[in-house]
């Protein structure tokens, strides 16, 4: 029987935030992982008992008699490593796992998702995104550091990755834009789709909000755009071209990004909402809007298309490889653009058909490569056959 030890620790609050893409990522691979093979290999998973961590997981730790290794620090990962001999050490997010030394009886597989901090180094409006004038200035310095060490940033990354033996990444941008970055690493790279994420009971029953609104998410994450769409959707508000809808805004909107706003009876924000409440308000929206400037894959548009909703997505990175031709593009940096495609897209809505066939041509690549990924985890090769 395999021994898998299961990284759980980066499915846990992340850089401030509660949820991310990269955790949601983890969790729906552990649900697989557990329910279809865990009767194949002995799992070990390991999080710090600290932080945040779901309740079902928890709860699936102790129904399937899973083996817990606490930790505090990715110190503690080398201890875990060094003290029992694993089969496979899986991490769906090993970005920060190029020193950690790993034993040659095991094998070391982990999940790249993009390359943001190489082909996403700032925004001219990150200050935007910051409430204090120095944190602005030190965002403003960040930012040009990183584009003045983007050499650099491209070699600490290779680090990470040169570090597993298998790699997945979660499409075919990103399984190109490593070669591109590293022609000559010498890794076999297989692209796996993003498996579509745990939601065990949406609350879609009824309308959230009664009126017509179109949704932004992520609005406190400087890639994912929202000071220039909110910059669009004020001005079709000022030219009264908006009057029948609402804007729902998702992620604590930063002060700056606030005083933009003129028409504030327009706007209903919140903070946070569960991922059950979010699945809510996907359904019942009018129009997403999802004007990122980075993307390892775009789950968020698909899950607004589940719905047969019309999304307005960004023509970047992996995002037309996921969305086909389902949905409205622009380019995320033109904000006339972003209000034109707005108004085309309330009074045109994309084909449920249309919308449907590309979800479903995902949907089963995503659920069948999620079975493969857990198949090679228990396998645990060293190369991909």
């Given amino acids: 029987m395999k021994s898998i030890l299961f990284d759980l620790w980066q499915a846990q609050p992340l850089a401030g935030y509660k949820y991310h893409g990269g955790a949601e990522y983890i ?5 697989h992982l557990i329910n279809f093979f865990s009767e194949e290999c002995s799992i070990t998973v390991f999080f710090n008992p600290a932080l945040f961590l779901d309740e079902w997981i928890l709860e699936s730790i102790n129904t399937h008699k899973i083996t817990i290794e606490p930790i505090k620090t990715k110190a ?7 003290k029992t001999k694993y089969d496979v050490f899986y991490s769906g997010l090993p970005y920060m796992y190029g020193t950690l030394r790993i034993p040659t009886e095991t094998v070391f597989f982990g999940t790249i998702h993009g390359l943001r901090s190489i082909e996403f180094p700032g925004d001219d409006f990150a200050y935007k995104y910051y409430a204090s004038p120095w944190a602005s200035i030190k965002s403003f310095i960040k930012n040009k550091i990183k584009e003045f060490y983007r050499k650099k940033n491209i070699e600490l990354l290779k680090k990470g990755i040169l570090n597993l033996d ?10 190109y834009a490593i070669k591109n970055f590293y022609p000559l690493l010498n890794k076999n790279i297989e692209c796996l789709y993003t498996p579509q994420k745990v939601c065990l009971s949406p609350k879609i029953d009824k309308p959230i909000i009664n009126d017509k ?9 400087i890639e994912k755009n929202s000071y220039r769409a909110i910059v669009a959707l004020e001005k079709l508000f000022s030219k009264r071209l908006l009057e029948k809808h609402k804007v729902v805004t998702i992620g604590k909107l930063p002060p700056k990004i606030i005083k933009t706003i003129v028409h504030k009876d327009k706007y209903i924000s919140y903070d946070y909402v569960s991922t059950e409440s979010l699945e809510g308000l996907y359904a019942n929206c009018d129009i997403f809007l999802y004007p990122t400037l980075n993307e ?56 449920e058909k249309k919308i449907t066939q590309q979800l479903q041509l995902i949907s089963e690549k995503q659920n069948s490569d999620l079975h493969k990924l857990c198949q090679h985890i228990t396998n645990a090769y060293k190369t991909f056959k």
Avoid: W
């Fill in 296 to 351: 390892g894959f775009g789950m968020p548009p698909l899950e607004a298309m589940k719905y047969g909703k019309t999304c307005i997505v960004s023509a970047i990175c992996s995002v037309p490889e996921v969305c086909g031709d389902a949905v409205y593009y622009i380019n995320p940096y033109d904000i006339n653009e972003i209000q034109t495609r707005i108004l085309l897209a309330i009074e045109n809505k994309i084909s």
């Fill in 213 to 221: 609104y179109i949704l932004l998410i992520n609005c406190d994450r």
């Fill in 166 to 175: 298998n790699i997945v990444c979660v499409s075919n941008h990103t399984k």
């Fill in 27 to 31: 969790k729906s691979v552990y649900n």
């Fill in 76 to 82: 503690d990962i080398q201890k875990i490593l060094d």
